[in-house]
């Protein structure tokens, strides 16, 4: 056989072979595979936990040995601390005593709380009233100088009072005006002028007027319904009240009763209604009706601000 009819068996030969080579790896792609795939890789590949203000896929740094491994990068929320109970002091109302025309008259204070109440009510009294209480006469006769120096046994001892020249009467509504004054506190029931012995509210007879109001008081804000209060020693013990807007129209009225009268003094409390819309000047008047006529008597006037129930 020659040299190329050799040749020519070897290349076709190798061309067979060539094409079953081909023709099994087009049958692997066709077909689906099985079996096994062999062990498992020995290093898993390595996860990243996502971190806040970090992509999921960035990659984070090898710990130290010995280090605990990284936690959120989210700060734990720090404990709520504890409630202390450092309330404010609630303001303290203290009753004031006036003179007007000759007679006690109250009105009422609101200041910041305090332990010394006493004095707080003896240095508003000597200050004398505000220019709305004025305007309906009260006035003070206690100078700036009076104090509480002792309060023991029930009984409050003031300091010296340097207006001893005064004139019977003015001396007693002035010492009326502390004791009606400082016998509101239950701490105190007497109060010990120098060189006297002790006194109260008793000692001081007939210096109240008839109808005595002690709330609401003068400049006060109220709304509907206000309750009328303080004592009255009346006819038949009935106290009547009205209402007047700003014009000086009657807008409504009321009557009660107190718990003694005709010649005694008793507490009484009338409730009174009305309607506004706007806020505004008003008064509160409150009477006597007379037993021998119907006019009213022994009024008693309170300057007010009438408001809306809804503000």
């Given amino acids: 056989m020659s040299r190329f009819g050799a040749t020519g068996r070897d290349w076709c030969r190798a061309a067979g072979s060539a094409m079953l080579v081909a023709a099994l790896v087009l049958a692997g792609c066709g077909t689906p595979r099985s079996g096994v795939l062999g062990a498992a890789p020995t290093v898993s590949p390595p996860t990243v936990a996502p971190t806040a203000g970090r992509a999921s896929d960035a990659p984070v740094p090898a710990s130290e040995p010995g280090t605990p491994p990284p936690t959120s990068a989210t700060p734990p929320r720090p404990p709520t601390p504890a409630v202390t109970g450092t309330r404010r002091p609630e303001p303290v109302t203290i009753e004031l005593w006036y003179v007007r025309s000759g007679r006690l008259v109250p009105t009422r204070r609101t200041r910041p709380a305090t332990v010394a109440t006493s004095r707080l009510a003896l240095t508003e009294l000597s200050a004398g009233p505000t220019p709305a209480e004025a305007a309906t006469g009260m006035v003070t006769l206690l100078p700036n100088t ?3 120096t002792r309060i023991a046994d029930g009984v ?7 207006l001893a020249d005064d004139p019977p009467d003015r001396r007693r509504l002035r010492e009326a005006q502390v004791v009606w004054t400082l016998t509101q506190f239950p701490t105190v029931r007497r109060v010990r002028f120098p060189g006297g012995a002790p006194v109260g509210r008793a000692d001081y007879p007939g210096l109240l007027a008839p109808i005595v109001v002690t709330g609401p008081s003068v400049g006060e804000r109220v709304t509907a319904p206000l309750t009328v209060s303080g004592t009255a020693d009346v006819f038949e013990a009935t106290v009547s009240v009205r209402v007047l807007d700003d014009a000086g129209r009657q807008v409504a009225t009321a009557f009660g009763t107190a718990s003694c009268g005709s010649g005694c003094r008793g507490d009484y409390r009338v409730v009174v209604n009305w309607r506004t819309t706007r806020q505004q000047h008003g008064t509160i008047e409150v009477y006597e009706v007379s037993a021998r006529d119907g ?8 300057p007010v601000l009438l408001a809306p129930p809804d503000s």
């Fill in 156 to 162: 409050a001892t003031l300091g010296p009072v340097p």
């Fill in 146 to 148: 009076v104090e509480v």
């Fill in 295 to 302: 006019t009213r008597i022994n009024t008693v006037t309170v």
